[in-house]
């Protein structure tokens, strides 16, 4: 018998691989940016991922069941999935920010019917391209060959997205320009199945019309965040950011600047001075002396203001995760001027890293350490309030010195604010709690962690605008609403303070 040498792969087949290519990094990308939305505007981003990606697998798996009803005409069903993919799922970023805008309650549900509805349509894609290229192909190589360019689309949009898109792009843009790659394989398949499809002239002008919307919104992508923006939050916004960290909003109105992270507000420039000298000088004069000083989170540069105000202090060493906050509050003519030009100051270090590992690797003491990071409302975040956290701390801090942990508010979140107090003792060190209000946030808290008792100081530097001895001696008096609860102690392995947190101001929200 004679045998017969294969044909090599067909100029078409190779270019149906490398549709897989891009349908499986514009895939990926949607769900990705579903993920990423949700983290910012729904907090806990551990939740937010796993439910996404699981709905998502979910919906997948649908649309692969719903292929086996395709059973002609398969170029042209594949060119219209494409079409509909590129549609929904590039406009699915800019659909989510307009919707929380304008009609939050419905952001929801319109989250999951979208992830749903593109899930279903990407399912479809994959069965539908093998299908075709079984034409001239073993099952064998066939598999093999989808499925390594399948995953090779995965991996360069998953490293792609938080390095290279989302900080230079956006959201919106990102998925409206991935809405257009994916409407360009349509078109691709429209030229290479030319003489297999009907109504050509009408796939044409669908493939045309994609294209339009998609290269429309790409050109006023700046326009819709705005619009969404302006809408969602009370000032002008003078600066926006997404970087893969979190989304930056600075806005300005009758009142000043404010911060605002992942849809959070930060600080409002007309109260910010009561939160950060209560912060930063009931333990920073109650050292009498502190000469080293570490913030940690506070990459705005405020607490780092204050702590300037001490003649005594010969370095600062600021942790910052995101080199974005603290460029925008170092460079930033309007920023700089809210810090006074702190982040400038030649007694100050600026390290970009996660305060954990930080800690970890860190070998030096501190007489004075403020810890100044977001409010819990993830996973990420809620690892530097746990126990493990609190152990390195006390690594860190001199014998004679004195940590501070903003705490969220005790009247609000009261639970979550006793957990953090028990956490900080379940680590050997000393808590002392006390509270201030803050127009902008409400009944405020903190709690100082030291070795030793902390003591009442006898003088403050000149010029604060809020605090005073005697007013500082009210802050530790917590009135019968605001007094200490049994609580857990807040681990690794539970993250009891995030469900916590997120529970009672959700009572609050809701």
Same mark, same amino acid.
């Given at each position: 018998?004679?045998?017969?040498?294969?044909? $090599?792969?067909?100029?078409?087949?190779?270019?149906?691989?490398?549709?897989?290519?891009?349908?499986?990094? *514009?895939?990926?990308?949607?769900?990705?940016?579903?993920?990423?939305?949700?983290?910012?505007?729904?907090?806990?981003?551990?939740?937010?991922?796993?439910?996404?990606?699981?709905?998502?697998?979910?919906?997948?798996?649908?649309?692969?069941?719903?292929?086996?009803?395709?059973?002609?005409?398969?170029?042209?069903?594949?060119?219209?999935?494409?079409?509909?993919?590129?549609?929904?799922?590039?406009?699915?970023?800019?659909?989510?920010?307009?919707?929380?805008?304008?009609?939050?309650?419905?952001?929801?549900?319109?989250?999951? $019917?979208?992830?749903?509805?593109?899930?279903?349509?990407? #399912?479809?894609? %994959?069965?539908?391209?093998?299908? %075709?290229?079984?034409?001239?192909?073993?099952?064998?190589?066939?598999?093999?060959?989808?499925?390594?360019?399948?995953?090779? #689309?995965?991996?360069?949009?998953?490293?792609?997205?938080? %390095?290279?898109?989302?900080?230079?792009?956006?959201?919106?843009?990102?998925?409206?320009?991935?809405?257009?790659?994916?409407?360009?394989?349509?078109? =691709?398949?429209?030229?290479?199945?030319?003489?297999?499809?009907?109504?050509?002239?009408?796939?044409?002008?669908? *493939?045309?019309?994609?294209?339009?919307?998609?290269?429309?919104?790409?050109? $006023?992508?700046?326009?819709?965040?705005?619009?969404?923006?302006?809408?969602?939050?009370?000032?002008?916004?003078?600066?926006?950011?997404?970087?893969?960290?979190?989304? %930056?909003?600075?806005?300005?109105?009758? +009142?000043?600047?404010?911060?605002?992270?992942?849809?959070?507000?930060?600080?409002? +420039?007309?109260?910010?001075?009561?939160?950060?000298?209560?912060?930063?000088?009931?333990?920073?004069?109650?050292?009498?002396?502190?000469?080293?000083?570490?913030?940690?989170? #506070?990459?705005?540069?405020?607490?780092?203001?204050?702590?300037?105000?001490?003649?005594?202090?010969?370095?600062?060493?600021?942790?910052?995760?995101?080199?974005?906050? @603290?460029?925008?509050?170092?460079?930033?003519?309007?920023?700089?001027?809210?810090?006074?030009?702190?982040?400038?100051?030649?007694?100050?270090?600026?390290?970009?890293?996660?305060?954990?590992? =930080?800690? +970890?690797?860190?070998?030096?003491?501190?007489?004075?350490?403020?810890?100044?990071?977001?409010?819990?409302?993830?996973?990420?975040? $809620?690892?530097?309030?746990?126990?493990?956290?609190?152990?390195?701390?006390?690594?860190?801090?001199?014998?004679?010195?004195?940590?501070?942990?903003?705490?969220?508010?005790?009247?609000?979140?009261? +639970?979550?604010?006793?957990?953090?107090?028990?956490?900080?003792?379940?680590?050997?060190?000393?808590?002392?709690?006390?509270?201030?209000?803050?127009?902008?946030?409400?009944? =405020?808290?903190?709690?100082?962690?030291?070795?030793?008792?902390?003591?009442?100081?006898?003088?403050?530097?000149?010029?604060?605008?809020?605090?005073?001895?005697?007013?500082?001696?009210?802050?530790?008096?917590?009135?019968?609403?605001?007094?200490?609860?049994?609580?857990?102690?807040?681990?690794?392995?539970?993250?009891?303070?995030? @469900?916590?947190?997120?529970?009672? =101001?959700?009572?609050?929200?809701?």
């Amino acid at each position: 018998m004679t045998n017969v040498k294969a044909a $090599g792969p067909r100029p078409i087949d190779v270019a149906l691989l490398a549709s897989v290519f891009v349908i499986a990094a *514009c895939g990926l990308l949607y769900e990705l940016a579903a993920g990423a939305l949700a983290s910012y505007l729904l907090g806990d981003s551990v939740l937010q991922f796993s439910t996404i990606i699981g709905t998502y697998l979910f919906a997948m798996g649908i649309g692969s069941w719903l292929s086996r009803y395709f059973e002609y005409q398969l170029p042209a069903h594949f060119l219209r999935v494409e079409l509909m993919v590129a549609l929904i799922g590039g406009a699915l970023p800019a659909v989510l920010f307009l919707a929380n805008a304008y009609v939050p309650g419905a952001f929801r549900p319109l989250l999951y $019917g979208m992830v749903l509805l593109v899930g279903t349509l990407v #399912g479809l894609e %994959i069965p539908l391209v093998m299908r %075709i290229l079984k034409r001239n192909a073993s099952l064998k190589d066939l598999v093999s060959q989808v499925l390594t360019f399948d995953y090779l #689309g995965a991996l360069a949009v998953s490293l792609a997205f938080p %390095i290279v898109l989302v900080p230079k792009l956006g959201l919106v843009r990102t998925g409206l320009l991935f809405g257009f790659m994916n409407a360009a394989v349509a078109v =691709w398949a429209l030229v290479l199945f030319r003489h297999e499809l009907r109504r050509l002239h009408a796939h044409a002008l669908g *493939c045309a019309a994609v294209l339009a919307v998609l290269g429309g919104g790409i050109a $006023g992508a700046d326009h819709l965040t705005r619009l969404a923006d302006d809408h969602f939050y009370q000032d002008r916004i003078v600066m926006s950011s997404a970087t893969p960290y979190q989304r %930056i909003v600075v806005t300005q109105g009758r +009142q000043g600047a404010r911060l605002y992270l992942n849809g959070n507000l930060q600080f409002a +420039q007309s109260d910010e001075y009561r939160y950060h000298e209560a912060l930063v000088h009931p333990v920073m004069a109650a050292h009498g002396a502190p000469r080293r000083v570490a913030v940690l989170g #506070g990459g705005d540069g405020m607490a780092v203001r204050e702590v300037l105000k001490y003649a005594t202090v010969e370095s600062v060493t600021l942790v910052e995760l995101d080199p974005a906050m @603290t460029g925008l509050f170092r460079d930033n003519a309007m920023m700089r001027a809210l810090n006074q030009d702190a982040l400038r100051d030649p007694r100050v270090h600026i390290v970009n890293t996660d305060a954990f590992q =930080w800690l +970890q690797q860190e070998s030096g003491t501190f007489d004075a350490i403020i810890v100044d990071f977001p409010d819990p409302t993830n996973f990420a975040i $809620g690892k530097l309030f746990t126990n493990s956290f609190y152990a390195l701390l006390d690594k860190r801090l001199a014998a004679s010195g004195y940590a501070v942990v903003q705490t969220t508010s005790p009247l609000i979140a009261r +639970q979550s604010f006793w957990i953090v107090v028990q956490t900080i003792e379940s680590a050997g060190l000393l808590a002392t709690p006390y509270h201030v209000h803050v127009p902008s946030f409400g009944e =405020w808290g903190f709690v100082i962690a030291s070795h030793r008792p902390w003591r009442e100081p006898a003088t403050l530097p000149p010029g604060l605008r809020f605090l005073s001895l005697p007013g500082m001696r009210l802050m530790f008096d917590f009135p019968l609403d605001m007094a200490r609860l049994p609580a857990e102690v807040n681990r690794l392995s539970n993250q009891v303070l995030v @469900t916590t947190y997120e529970r009672e =101001w959700g009572k609050v929200e809701h």
